[in-house]
C-alpha cells in the first residue's frame, strides 16, 4: 500500500485548507488512516484520524473544532480540512495508514502504531 499526500501551499491565518491522501492500491487491510503533523524541529504527532469503516474520527487536541477528517472510499482518498489556521499549524502533514492485523483498543494516535506512510505535504501559514 502506498500513501500519498497532496494539496499543501500557503495560506494566511484564518484561512482553510483541504488536504487529501490516496492510497496508490486498493486499501485493504488497512483499519485506519491518520494525518500527522511535524513542525520544523519537532516530532511527528497526531492531528486526527478516521477508520476506514467510518465509523470512528479522532483528534489531537490542538485541532478539534477546527480540522475535520473524512474519507472517499470509492476513491481511496482521505481528507483532512483545516479551517481557521494558525501559524503553529503550518509544517508537513503525512498520512498513514494502520493495518488491521492488529487489535486497537482505543483509535491509533500514536505514529509507531502506523505501518504505511506518504511522503508529506507542506503547509505554511502566514500571519
Known amino acids: 500500500v502506498q500513501l500519498q499526500a497532496f494539496g499543501g501551499g500557503v495560506v494566511q491565518a484564518g484561512g482553510s485548507l483541504r488536504l487529501s491522501c490516496a492510497a496508490s492500491?486498493?486499501?485493504?487491510?488497512?483499519?485506519?488512516v491518520g494525518w500527522f503533523h511535524q513542525a520544523p524541529g519537532k516530532e511527528r504527532e497526531f492531528v486526527g484520524g478516521i477508520t476506514w469503516s467510518g465509523d470512528a474520527t479522532d483528534y489531537g487536541n490542538s485541532v478539534k473544532g477546527r480540522f475535520a477528517v473524512s474519507r472517499d472510499n470509492a476513491k481511496k482518498t482521505v481528507y483532512l480540512q483545516m479551517n481557521s489556521l494558525k501559524p503553529e499549524d503550518a509544517g508537513v502533514y503525512y498520512c498513514?495508514?494502520?493495518?488491521?492485523?492488529?487489535?486497537?483498543?482505543?483509535?491509533?494516535?500514536?505514529?509507531?502504531?502506523?505501518?504505511?506512510w506518504g511522503q508529506g505535504t507542506l503547509v505554511t501559514v502566514s500571519s
Open positions: 492500491v486498493r486499501i485493504f487491510g488497512m483499519y485506519a
Open positions: 498513514a495508514g494502520a493495518s488491521d492485523t492488529y487489535y486497537y483498543s482505543a483509535f491509533p494516535v500514536q505514529s509507531y502504531q502506523y505501518d504505511y
